[in-house]
């Protein structure tokens, strides 16, 4: 068993996410922790081993909830769980931290976007209750003046009781 500990980003531990995306990923991501001081973002990560001074711990899950795009939801973005740590229930762990940022800010669906070609992580989703409410064209910057589109399956998830 390693211990490991959800908590929320801070701006030097966007340093150690190189391998969740690329330099655009990383500004995102440190925009997200910006919002946060403002209350309209939570961005979370989740470590791995013994934290400390001769602690080897390290950053393997990233996740951020949008608590302003959609009235009455929060929704959930930037999720990444580091490849070699995959498949062990951080992506749930995550999530079910992520969704407590959305209820503790008092509301009661949170909502996602899945890529129509990740069917992977579509799974997770709809075996964690998530269920697809419509599509939507997504985005995102991958480079100097180059983007990428792709379709998005729209999820959502009921929080109340």
């Known amino acids: 068993m390693v211990p490991y500990a959800v908590r929320t980003a801070e701006p030097e531990d966007l340093v150690e996410l190189e ?34 001074p001769a602690g080897t711990a390290r950053t393997v899950a990233v996740g ?33 931290a992520l969704e407590a940022q959305v209820r503790g800010h008092g509301l009661t669906r949170a909502v996602l976007a899945v890529e129509h070609d990740n069917p992977r992580a579509a799974a ?25 589109a792709t379709v998005s399956f729209l999820l959502e998830r009921n929080l109340g009781n």
């Open 19 to 52: 391998w969740s995306g690329g330099a655009e990923h990383i500004d995102a991501l440190a925009r997200a922790v910006q919002r946060s001081y403002v209350d309209e973002m939570a961005v979370l990560v989740i470590t791995a081993g013994r934290s400390g």
């Open 124 to 148: 997770l989703y709809h075996r964690l209750g998530y269920r697809r409410i419509g599509s939507e064209l997504d985005g995102w910057p991958v480079g100097p003046n180059r983007s990428y």
């Open 64 to 96: 951020a909830v949008d608590l302003t795009k959609r009235p009455g939801a929060g929704e959930l973005t930037m999720l990444s769980v580091r490849e070699s740590w995959q498949s062990l229930g951080l992506g749930t762990i995550l999530i079910a």
